[in-house]
Structure formats: structure tokens, C-alpha cells
């Protein structure tokens, strides 16, 4: 809940239109973009090696009596009996997935470093390091041939997608390159992945004559099967299973050359370990839970299973007797570092000295990101090309925590939520005490803007990551980030829906965070719909229009779908909703359902700020509020809580709600409904029309001055404090304190009805928002003058092409199941047709 505070003295005066401040475009880019397979926020986090505090991947050395696995960035050598780990590598850059050399003497890895990741020849006994590949391209998953003369591994940086390669090993270099499974482009429509296939998870069979590994040769759904291919007859590839991979199967065969060991989610929610036989014949699981298992191996004389675990929520390395099932964590009691530590005392207070939650964020003189050793990592999916080489890493703090660094300067940031000002601290060195205090002082907004409660309304806590995620674990990090309310949208993810078991109609509390778990309906064709407060059960199949299955129908429509929600109490709206501004008149499907649901009165709410283009998508809101629909903004993050590669972290995005009770649903429906507050992932604003805040209704008479009264606090600079009514800005208000302040008022005259609301904007990019720039609105306050209504025919024109585009599309389908199903859809968008026919004419 926002606090509040003294207000500052506001000046009236004549309405002034102030010089806008320059905006610069963000230097915010993908991580990693040169691949070229889409939807990299899934493939990043399913796929790619990622920074965590605990282990991510390991190897058996030949003899089976040790390990090296990835953690914290480095490699770390460890004997099976001892207690003790040796850090080997340090950097620079974040080292991972680790090969051990058939004759013990080397280790190869990959290695990412200038938003690139290249693969590294280590000598165990010098310590000398070699690159064997270079550039700017991907090279991951290195696998030594059973001879150790060649190596298997994946490339993108021939076409941009992911491809198989082997080489021969001359000394220290790679030579002899050639590609085994790349290029094949399927004309299958796929959604969610590229028309060019991938190839990945190779591993050799004892033998080194075939590769096992996961591809998706004309698969429209899922990241591919199992396969094998023999080394020297590439067009001989066959395949073993078929089943949807989600990109980690990791398929190893055992040394007999007899069983296959895979990790699969097949018929569960959680990936498991599963062996078949050689041609991958009646798949049966050997290990059982509610939690993933990651990366298998066996031991080279097939006894054990080495894996990574997320049973207790962040990574383990486990060692499993495969007969019995025994298991044990490899956990280092002690660890030797390559290089001087310091332990460092973190603890973040107010300005009052009460210990706070918050997001942290421990840069060293390394290049690398550093946090404590329990700790859930996360990486921003995107990098600010003009001042880093690798994305921002950050983690939550409970208030006091403890962290090893390298000795020298170090960068500390710390934010806990929106309504206090965050700390960036540039420090030569570690404090002579170890001991490092960081004091967040609020920042409210005026006391007379009304009391809030900030709620995110699009949130994933289980999505495919590779954490594991509970509700509590859940409304921790909410807490760090001040963020009081959650909404858990539950969903599927291909065949699958991990949180399914969560679902529940009430909600629960965890110290002063109240959770939600709500559902998000998928439909790739009319648009995602997010269904909050269902009093009975959640809707299935939980998706519609999914090419090439048997749900591949269009219908049943977003109409129904937000009728059948309706009908159990729910608050439906369209979550991230546009990058773009849809353009009827331009080539290409425009099936999006938008307007006919907002005419036909379906639609409470529009994600305003989501994981969406903001300024496009209001463009869209505002020709809605033109019309005078009382659609109102809404904003969720669509985090994925579980993963270490995050689309910022939860309440990123977040709706402001005056006035409720955050354990009484009825009146987060009213405020949602009602568009009581503002959206932003960042700035606080207040706006007051003649004393009255976002959803109100004034009438007011031609001619009238309305008394506009105006406040910004925000954590991050604004660039652009705007004051909009019907779509046009009327004011641009001068912002003080560095970007972080502003408060005014104004008299603005009107002469026909309408809407008012604030806006703030900065397009140049700030590590506090893991987004594509800061951004936040009000809800509107509507302006009613009897006789001056207001009219926007060209905005109806606009949503008729919409329609139109709609309509021919649905009609010329003919993978509906009925005729009437097509009627009912159409029958739909003619009726939203005729409603917009006749704003048109007006």
C-alpha cells in the first residue's frame, strides 16, 4: 500500500503548455538476438544456460570419483566423498555446461561474454584457458566423442537458428567443422517456433558412431522428438520417440549402449527422469515429484545419475543410485575460491530504519553479477547495448543477506517497489567492516490522491522454468518488490499446465501479499484473455485455434469464452496486447478480437502496460474511450516467476487501486471495473478533475474551466509529463527534482465531452525497468456537457475495417468442427458491426 505523506504546495494558475523534453530512443535490446528462433523469452529460459546461485549443469570425470558443474557463473571441481569445491574458472563472462575429456586432462565449456557465447578449452592441470570458437555467434551444449578426438555441439551463427556441428580436435583448435543435423526449413505453420528447424541436446553413443538428440523436422506443436543420427550418415537420422520436449529432454544413452535416459514432463505437470530402450520403445520413469529434474548424466560405469534438481526451489546437484534410488546432494560445505572474497553484510532499511525486502543488484569489477548462495537469480531478457555487456542480474533480498564478492569496487542497486527512491552506489571497495547499509526513503504521493493498493494482474509462477516456485516463495518476491496484490494466471504451456493444482476460487495471505489464482485463456488466433476472480472452477481446454491438433477450430470465441467467465463472476480483459498498431488496410491476418468484444460489452479491462508496446497500445484504448466505451487500462507483467531469465520481475507492470480491501474481491472487481487508479511500471501519478480521481463522471457545463489538479513521484526520471483529454495533449507539465517530481495546478477549458487523464513517459532506458521504456496513464476521468457529445467517426471507421479484415479471415477457415460454429462467430463480429455502423454515422 502506498503511504502518504505532506503535500506540496501546488500553484494555479492559466493553463501552460510547457516544451516537451526530448525523448531518446532506448538502447534496450534482446539478449542474445542474433538468434533468429522467435519467442526467445522461451527458448532463452528452456534451453540457454543461464547465471543461478546453484548448480546448472555437471560432469562425471572419466573415473566417476569426482564432478564439474556450473554455479555462480564459474566452474567448480568437487570429489564425490569430499565436502570441499575448487572453483577452476572465474571468468571473465559466466561459464556453463561443462564436458569432461575422456582422458581426464581437459574440460571444454561454454562461455557467454559480450552478449555472446563461445566455446573454451580448459587444461585441468595448467589451468590455461583456450577459445575454440570466437565471435559474436552461439555455441553451446560441447560433447566430447568417447575417443576424445571430436566434438558435438550446437551453433547458431551459420543461419541464426540452432544446429548440430562436429568437429575434429587438433591440439587446441576445432577443425574440420561440418554440420550433422542443420537448415531444414519446414513450410508447417508453427506458432510459438521458427519455419527453420532446430537441433539441439546432442550426446554421443558409446560407440561415437551416432549423435542422440532433439528435433522438430515438420512438428507444428513443441520443441521436437528424440533422434538419432549416425555421424557419418546424416541422411540415415531416425526417430526414437515422439512426444513434446519443451527443449530439455537432454537424451544420454548408457555406456552398455542399451538404455536411454531422459528428463520429460509426458502426461505430468514436472519434468521427470524416464529411460526406454535403444529405439526408444515403452518410455517408463524411474523418479517420481512435484519438482523438475534437469540435465541427466550417468557415470561412466553406469551406477549413478548425476542431475539438477529444483525440489527445494532453487538448484541442487544431485547424485542418484540408479538401482534403489538413492539420493544425495552434492552441496560444497566449503568453497575454495580462485580468487581473494569478501563476505559481505547486506541490509536495506527506510529512512526510519525498518528493515525492507528488495530487489538487489551486486555488480563487481569482474564484469560479473553476484548474489547469495540460497538465492533465485534473475536475468533481464534484454540488454542496454550502450552500457553493458551481458543483461542485468538481480536478486531479492529479505532485508538482510549475505553475499561473497570479489574483492575491489563494486555496484550496488537497491528498489523495493515504486514508492520509495531506489539506491545505485558506485563503491571502491568492499567496507573495511563487510557490512553495507542501503537506505530506500519513501517517496509518496500526496495524501489527498487517495490511499492504494498495487496489484499485478498478470502473473506466472510456474511456466517450464527452471526454479521452482510455491505461493508463499511467490509472495516473497512480491513483498521485496512492495507489491500487495498477485494475480496467478494459470495456463498451459504445450501439454501441459503446471500450476493446474493451485487453482482455487478464494485466496490466500502472506504477510501483507494477498494471491489470486486466476486463469489466462489462449487463443494465438482472437487474442489472450485474462480471467480474474472465477468463483467456480476454471475454464477447459484452457485454449482455442491451436493449428494442426484437435482443438484447431476457431471456435469457441473470446465472446463466449468472457460469457462462460462473466457467468462465475469474473473481470475478463485482453492482456499484452499489441507491439504494433494494427493497421486494417495492411497485408497479413488481422484476426484480433478486441473490438468486437469491447462493442458487444465483454471486455472490462485492456493491458495498457504489459508485455506489449505501451504507446501503441494506448493509441489503440484511446479511439475505444473516444467512442465513449468504458474500457479500462489494466497492467500486468507476464512474469514467469520460476524463471532465471525473466521478462522483468513481478509487479514489472502493476495497476494502482484506490480505495480497496485487497482480501475482498468485490471491491478489486469494482475498482478494476470502474478504472479507480493508474497503470505504470515505474511513475506514481495523481490526477484530481474538480476534486474528483480516475473513473469518475463529471457533468460540467459548455465553456467550463475544469480545476485540474496534478502530482508525479517516480523512482526513475520522467522525461514527459502530459495531460490528455480525448486523445490530444492540452498540457505538458515541467518535472522537478531530476525527472523524480512533479505537482500542478491548471485550469483547463472544455467544449465537449470527453476524457481526461495523465500520462508519463521516458523512452530512454533505465536499469530499474526491465521494460521496453518507463511508462504510466491514469485511468480517464470522464467529462459529460449536455448537448456537446462527443464523436469520433473516424475511430468507428476505423474499427469497422477492423471487423471487416475479422470477418473475412473467420469466414474462409474450414477447420471449424460445425457450420454453426463459424455462424455463431460471425453472427458475433455483425452484431459488434452494426454498433460501430452506427457511431459512425453519428
Aim: overall charge negative; hydrophobic content about 40%; aromatic content about 10%.
Amino acid at each position: 500500500m502506498i503511504a502518504v505523506g505532506r503535500a506540496m504546495v501546488g500553484i494555479l494558475g492559466m493553463l501552460v503548455l510547457l516544451p516537451t523534453a526530448a525523448a531518446q530512443e532506448a538502447t534496450r535490446v534482446p539478449v542474445l538476438a542474433q538468434v533468429a528462433h522467435p519467442h526467445n523469452y522461451y527458448w532463452r529460459e528452456m534451453y540457454m544456460p543461464q547465471l543461478t546461485a546453484g548448480p546448472s549443469a555437471g560432469t562425471f570425470s572419466p573415473d566417476g570419483a569426482s564432478v564439474i558443474y556450473s554455479m555462480q557463473g564459474s566452474l567448480w571441481r568437487q570429489a564425490l566423498d569430499a565436502a570441499a569445491a575448487e572453483e577452476i574458472t572465474a571468468g571473465p563472462g559466466y561459464d556453463f555446461q561443462p564436458d569432461w575429456s575422456p582422458d581426464g586432462r581437459r574440460v571444454v565449456f561454454a562461455r557467454q561474454q559480450h552478449n555472446a557465447l563461445n566455446l573454451i578449452l580448459l587444461d585441468l592441470e595448467s589451468g590455461e584457458e583456450t577459445a575454440l570458437t570466437s565471435g559474436g555467434g552461439v555455441h553451446l551444449e560441447p560433447r566430447w566423442s568417447p575417443e576424445g578426438h571430436r566434438l558435438a555441439y550446437v551453433r547458431t551463427d551459420a543461419d541464426g537458428y540452432f544446429g548440430i556441428y562436429l568437429a575434429n580436435l587438433r591440439g587446441n583448435a576445432i577443425a574440420e567443422e561440418r554440420p550433422l543435423v542443420a537448415g531444414n526449413v519446414s513450410e508447417k505453420y508453427r506458432y510459438y517456433y521458427s519455419a527453420a528447424d532446430h537441433a539441439i541436446n546432442p550426446s554421443w553413443s558409446a560407440d561415437g558412431k551416432s549423435i542422440l538428440y532433439v528435433t522438430n523436422p515438420e512438428v507444428a506443436w513443441g520443441s521436437g522428438g528424440i533422434w538419432e543420427v549416425p555421424v557419418d550418415q546424416p541422411q540415415q537420422a531416425r526417430q526414437l520417440i515422439n512426444e513434446e520436449t519443451t527443449w530439455a529432454a537432454r537424451p544420454q544413452l548408457a555406456h552398455d549402449g542399451k538404455r536411454l535416459l531422459y528428463s520429460s514432463y509426458r502426461g505430468r505437470q514436472w519434468h521427470q527422469l524416464w529411460i526406454t530402450n535403444r529405439d526408444g520403445e515403452y518410455p517408463l520413469p524411474i523418479t517420481f515429484g512435484d519438482h523438475d529434474l534437469w540435465q541427466p548424466r550417468w557415470s561412466p560405469d553406469d551406477r549413478q545419475l548425476l542431475y539438477v534438481s529444483n525440489a527445494s526451489g532453487g538448484l541442487e546437484l544431485m547424485l542418484h543410485s540408479f538401482v534403489g534410488g538413492a539420493t544425495r546432494v552434492l552441496n560444497p560445505e566449503v568453497r575454495n575460491y580462485k580468487r581473494p572474497m569478501r563476505t559481505l553484510q547486506l541490509q536495506v532499511s527506510n529512512e526510519r530504519g525498518q528493515v525492507l525486502p528488495a530487489r538487489v543488484s551486486l555488480l563487481a569489477a569482474d564484469g560479473r553479477h553476484y548474489a547469495p548462495d540460497n538465492a533465485l537469480v534473475h536475468g533481464d531478457d534484454y540488454v542496454d547495448s550502450a552500457t553493458a555487456e551481458h543483461e542485468n542480474h538481480y536478486f531479492h533480498c529479505p532485508g538482510e543477506c549475505t553475499v561473497t564478492v570479489p574483492e575491489g569496487p563494486l555496484q550496488v542497486f537497491a528498489m523495493h517497489g515504486f514508492e520509495h527512491r531506489l539506491v545505485q552506489q558506485s563503491l571502491d571497495s568492499v567496507p573495511a567492516a563487510d557490512r553495507l547499509e542501503l537506505v530506500l526513503a519513501a517517496q509518496p504521493l500526496p495524501e489527498r490522491f487517495g490511499s492504494y493498493h498495487s496489484a499485478d494482474l498478470h502473473v506466472h509462477m510456474n511456466y517450464g522454468g527452471v526454479y521452482r516456485q510455491t505461493t508463499a516463495s511467490m509472495a516473497a518476491g512480491a513483498r521485496a518488490e512492495n507489491l500487495d496484490i498477485v494475480y496467478n494466471l494459470i495456463v498451459n504451456k504445450e501439454e501441459r499446465i503446471p500450476d493446474i493444482a493451485l487453482f482455487r476460487t478464494d485466496h490466500e495471505s502472506f504477510d501483507g501479499v494477498t494471491v489470486y489464482q486466476a486463469q489466462e485463456y489462449h487463443s494465438s488466433y482472437w487474442g489472450h484473455l485474462g480471467l480474474l476472480h472465477l468463483d467456480s472452477h476454471f475454464l477447459t481446454p484452457d485454449f482455442s485455434s491451436y493449428w494442426h491438433t484437435g482443438l484447431a477450430s476457431a471456435y469457441p470465441s473470446n465472446t463466449l469464452i468472457q460469457e462462460l467467465a462473466r457467468a462465475q463472476g469474473a473481470v475478463t480483459g485482453y492482456v499484452h496486447p499489441f507491439d504494433g498498431i494494427p493497421d486494417p488496410a495492411a497485408e497479413g491476418k488481422l484476426t484480433h478480437a478486441l473490438p468486437v468484444d469491447v462493442a458487444l460489452g465483454k471486455t472490462d479491462y485492456l493491458e495498457v502496460v504489459s508485455f506489449a508496446n505501451h504507446e501503441n497500445t494506448a493509441d489503440v484504448w484511446y479511439r475505444f474511450l473516444n467512442l465513449g466505451f468504458p474500457l479500462t487500462a489494466g497492467a500486468g507483467t507476464d512474469a514467469m516467476t520460476n524463471y532465471a531469465s525473466l521478462r522483468g520481475p513481478i509487479g514489472l507492470n502493476r495497476i494502482f487501486l484506490e480505495g480497496v480491501q485487497p482480501d475482498r474481491p468485490e471491491t478489486l472487481k469494482a475498482a478494476i471495473k470502474g478504472g479507480r487508479g493508474f497503470v505504470s511500471n515505474g511513475p506514481l501519478l495523481g490526477l484530481l478533475v474538480n476534486g474528483e480521481g480516475p473513473g469518475s463522471r463529471l457533468k460540467v457545463a459548455s465553456g467550463a474551466s475544469l480545476k485540474v489538479d496534478l502530482a508525479l513521484r517516480s523512482a526513475m526520471p520522467v522525461a514527459q509529463l502530459e495531460l490528455v483529454y480525448n486523445g490530444n495533449v492540452v498540457a505538458t507539465v515541467a518535472v522537478d527534482d531530476n525527472g523524480l517530481a512533479a505537482e500542478q495546478l491548471l485550469q483547463v477549458p472544455v467544449d465537449s465531452s470527453g476524457w481526461m487523464l495523465l500520462r508519463a513517459v521516458n523512452k530512454t532506458a533505465h536499469p530499474a525497468v526491465q521494460d521496453l521504456y518507463t511508462y504510466a496513464t491514469t485511468n480517464p476521468v470522464w467529462i459529460d456537457i449536455p448537448g456537446a457529445p462527443r464523436r469520433a467517426p473516424e475511430d468507428a471507421a476505423y474499427f469497422l475495417a477492423w471487423l471487416d479484415r475479422i470477418a473475412e479471415h473467420a469466414s474462409a477457415r474450414e477447420d471449424y468442427n460445425h457450420d454453426w460454429e463459424r455462424e455463431e462467430i460471425l453472427d458475433e463480429i455483425r452484431r459488434a458491426r452494426l454498433i460501430y455502423k452506427e457511431l459512425s454515422e453519428q
